[in-house]
């Protein structure tokens, strides 16, 4: 039960109890039977309600909430959000009940807000309105809050909810996120072989260029590999060479500039290393261009493989 009672010099007030834990579904449904009691009308909107908010606490900038509001004249079922401090736009629907239910799904970055004339176990559904959430500003965790408000502009003005038969349903999209979470989690536990890749392009002033970084954790180097487009540089006029090596004080190589000599880069020319290099926190690899930018663009695939040496460690 939230119960908002303005006393003998009323100011405005909100109340919101949180329900449990949080929330870490990006796909789930949350379903509360609600019994209102109102005290004397007012004519700003009192509302008892429920809210999921992002993180763990309560966030008014990033929310969504399904209520009744009732004022001297108007009694309606109000879908509102905010994210990112931006209101959305609202839904309402015109209602006389005083016991009702609300439902809230959330399908990753869409929400969708429903109210039910009828309890539990005999619901029937009407959708309000969905909302989208386009930059996912409500993040992974999130917090449901029962809440009742009164404008507190006269002594009377009480809110009162009775929240019953609350429950949290996870949908089939939990277990793929859950799926992504273990997976990435997995690889980066000690001894896992992880694989990693990125691009880099030789048409570029002469200078060493950001491939991978340490981090979290320490992390084995293994193997590298790059590999040419079809654009053939060894006839090139500036570009001299390419290596790729540690920013350490003493750099660990990794492809020499001897390797990676001008007439070694031919059309689709792959250099490859094995070996084993610890890779410290912060650590990066990089590639080095010398002499000068190729003659074309030329962008070319890198693809290394390490293991953490402490769980959580990887290349970024």
């Not at 010099?9 to 949350?30: G, I, L, M």
């Not at 570029?204 to 590298?224: K, P, R």
């Not at 004080?249 to 492809?255: D, L």
């Not at 084993?276 to 000068?292: M, N």
Request: proline share 2%; charged share 15%.
């Amino acid at each position: 039960m939230v119960t908002v009672d303005p006393d003998v010099t009323p100011t405005a007030a909100e109340y919101a109890v949180n329900k449990n834990n949080s929330f870490v579904s990006r796909y789930f449904r949350a379903v509360a039977d609600v019994d209102a009691t109102w005290g004397s009308d007012s004519v700003t909107a009192k509302h008892i309600g429920m809210a999921i908010t992002e993180g763990t606490a309560w966030n008014t900038n990033n929310f969504v909430r399904v209520s009744k509001e009732k004022l001297t004249g108007t009694e309606q079922f109000a879908a509102r959000a905010t994210f990112g401090g931006a209101a959305q736009t609202a839904a309402v629907a015109a209602t006389t009940d005083n016991v009702f239910a609300f439902m809230i799904e959330r399908l990753d970055n869409i929400w969708n807000v429903y109210y039910s004339a009828t309890q539990t176990p005999n619901h029937a559904w009407t959708k309000l309105t969905q909302f989208e959430d386009t930059s996912n500003n409500m993040t992974e965790e999130t917090t449901l809050f029962f809440v009742a408000l009164s404008p507190g502009s006269a002594d009377g003005e009480t809110v009162r909810g009775d929240f019953d038969n609350f429950r949290y349903y996870i949908s089939s999209g939990f277990l793929e996120q859950m799926y992504r979470q273990r997976t990435t989690s997995y690889s980066r536990l000690v001894g896992i072989l992880q694989t990693v890749a990125t691009t880099e392009n030789l048409q570029q002033v002469a200078a060493s260029y950001d491939l991978f970084t340490g981090t979290t954790q320490d992390v084995i180097l293994e193997s590298l590999v790059i590999r040419l487009p079809n654009v053939n540089v060894s006839d090139d006029v500036n570009l001299t060479s390419i290596s790729i090596q540690t920013d350490d004080v003493t750099a660990s190589t990794v492809i020499s500039s001897a390797d990676g000599a001008k007439a070694n880069l031919t059309a689709e020319a792959q250099l490859g290393w094995v070996g084993s290099i610890l890779i410290k926190i912060g650590t990066k690899i990089q590639l080095t261009i010398a002499g000068g930018a190729a003659d074309a663009a030329t962008v070319c695939d890198i693809v290394a493989q390490c293991r953490a040496v402490v769980n959580g460690g990887y290349l970024a």
